[in-house]
């Protein structure tokens, strides 16, 4: 007669302790796998980073090498052409239509600390940072005649009271886009002045996007309470070179994965 072998199951207490080696180990594997794709998006993100610094600061040598002059001003909305009539067909700084405007930008002192309770409109003397650069370009060293501007810019205005914008305490308020506009000036109009040529400057402005996110760096020489100028792009530097300072974010999230401060130098020609 033929003995039959009884199989022999797992107990609960068996099937209980697979389970938790198991989920062990899927836990420590997803750790890792996520550990690692962090690791990657880091260094992409720095990768990344490097490649756009290096393209913005040969675009920043190239243009202040051929500009005969240079303008730094406050923040976009301080720059408003709104109710000012346009000398061409166009308020498109890259419209070929585009012949500045009619009458002067009012000039007016910034208020400090920055507010648009009283914007101006005055370029920034030496030892002052702003937002906007404009890059000069004269007609064959004439500095009555303007054949060119190239505006860098941040997206950013910072109101009355400060709760965002440029004075804002939270640095996802002060992080915008920084962009490159440029602007042809037809020969009808060269000698119109800048003043006249200045065009509006708005997120929606057709120029290139340079960094997706930035927060500038630039601060007064000596802050004080009652002059209050920081977070900005560019700094005057004694009225001949240009101090580019900033924070650059290649994705800019509640985590900030990756960063880069940014300094750099440009002198024009003169």
Do not use: C, H
Not at 37 to 48: F, I, M, N, V
Not at 61 to 88: K, M, P, V, W
């Amino acid at each position: 007669m033929k003995t039959i072998a009884k199989q022999k199951g797992m107990t609960l207490v068996e099937i209980l302790v697979a389970a938790s080696i198991s989920l062990i180990v899927v836990t420590v594997g997803l750790s890792f796998v996520i550990q690692t794709l962090k690791a990657y998006q880091y260094e992409t993100g720095k990768l990344l980073i490097n490649r756009d610094i290096r393209k913005f600061t040969i675009q920043m040598i190239d243009d202040a090498t051929y500009a005969n002059n240079f303008q730094i001003y406050d923040q976009i909305s301080n720059l408003s052409r709104t109710g000012y009539t346009a000398a061409g067909s166009s308020t498109d700084p890259t419209n070929p239509g585009y012949q500045g405007y009619t009458a002067d930008l009012a000039v007016t002192l910034p208020a400090n600390p920055v507010s648009t309770a009283t914007p101006g409109t005055a370029k920034l003397d030496s030892g002052m940072p702003g937002d906007v650069l404009v890059l000069v370009y004269y007609v064959n060293g004439d500095n009555t005649k303007i054949w060119q501007l190239i505006v860098y810019y941040r997206v950013n205005s910072t109101p009355a009271g400060g709760t965002t914008g440029t004075n804002s305490t939270t640095v996802s308020n002060r992080t915008v886009a920084l962009k490159r506009l440029v602007v042809a000036i037809p020969a009808a109009v060269q000698s119109a002045g800048i003043m006249k040529l200045l065009p509006e400057l708005t997120a929606a402005t057709n120029g290139t996007s340079i960094f997706p996110y930035v927060d500038g760096q630039a601060s007064d020489l000596v802050p004080t309470a009652s002059v209050n100028r920081g977070n900005k792009m560019f700094y005057n530097f004694n009225d001949t070179s240009i101090l580019v300072r900033g924070r650059i974010y290649e994705n800019y999230t509640a985590q900030r994965i990756v960063k880069s401060t940014y300094n750099f130098t440009v002198t024009p020609r003169g």
